[in-house]
């Protein structure tokens, strides 16, 4: 089933919660197997090209800019500066087609309390397969993900750099895993305005 994503008006207020969990649970926990410290994406995304954001604050995310398909933000937990960029699919695919898959987030992140820069990953609405790898793909490029849970992140930290300078030059990247149940799922994101997000959010997190 494909599916075109029309981006939700959600209150700031929503992301700021989402972001506050997220953010602690970045803190508390480490994917076994992880090449380096991962984390949960560190908010719920804002697919809207004008809105007022709070005034920031502990957990509280501050839209720094949109940037075409992705959103520049700022936000803090546990007194602890988090910047990232975020964007949702510009269509998703399922199979078998009659599993609805509505809500997925691709996120980079830099936390530089923790000398954690541009991490790439990835939240889904729903658990992967345990002991099976979801992959992200930019033209002919493909690098393995590990999945836990609604997580994925780059399994080889090595190559991450890679990655994001594919995702720079790139029209779209798609990452493709499998849910517990079995359903394959491929998103398409668009990377309109990656490299500017990614520039505001460096400025923001130095």
């Known amino acids: 089933m494909l599916t ?10 929503l992301l700021a919660s989402l972001a506050l969990v997220a953010s602690a649970a970045a803190q508390q ?9 991962s984390t949960r994406p560190a908010a719920a995304p804002a697919q809207r090209q004008a809105a007022t954001p709070p005034a ?18 700022t936000g803090a937990s546990g007194g602890r500066k988090v910047c990232f960029a975020l964007a ?13 898959h509505t809500t997925a987030y691709l996120f980079v992140s830099t936390r530089p309390a923790e000398n954690v820069r541009n991490e790439i990953s990835v939240m889904m609405d729903f658990s992967f397969k345990p002991g099976m790898d979801a992959s992200v ?19 080889n930290a090595a190559e991450e750099a890679r990655l994001l300078e594919a995702m720079r030059k790139g029209g779209d990247v798609v ?30 997190c130095r």
Do not use: C
């Open 56 to 73: 920031g604050g502990e957990g509280q995310p501050s839209l720094l800019g949109q940037y075409g398909d992705w959103g520049a933000y």
């Open 137 to 155: 793909e930019v033209g002919t490029a493909k690098f393995a993900m590990l999945a836990q849970n609604d997580g994925a992140w780059v399994k």
């Open 88 to 100: 949702k699919p510009a269509s998703s695919q399922t199979k078998p087609a009659n599993r609805p």
């Open 175 to 204: 990452v493709k895993g499998t849910s517990s149940k079995g359903t394959e799922v491929t998103d398409r994101y668009s990377l309109k305005g990656l490299s500017q997000a990614l520039d505001r959010v460096t400025q923001e």
């Open 29 to 37: 926990a480490r994917p076994s197997g992880a090449a380096k410290p």
């Open 4 to 13: 075109h994503f029309v981006p939700p008006i959600a209150p700031l207020a």
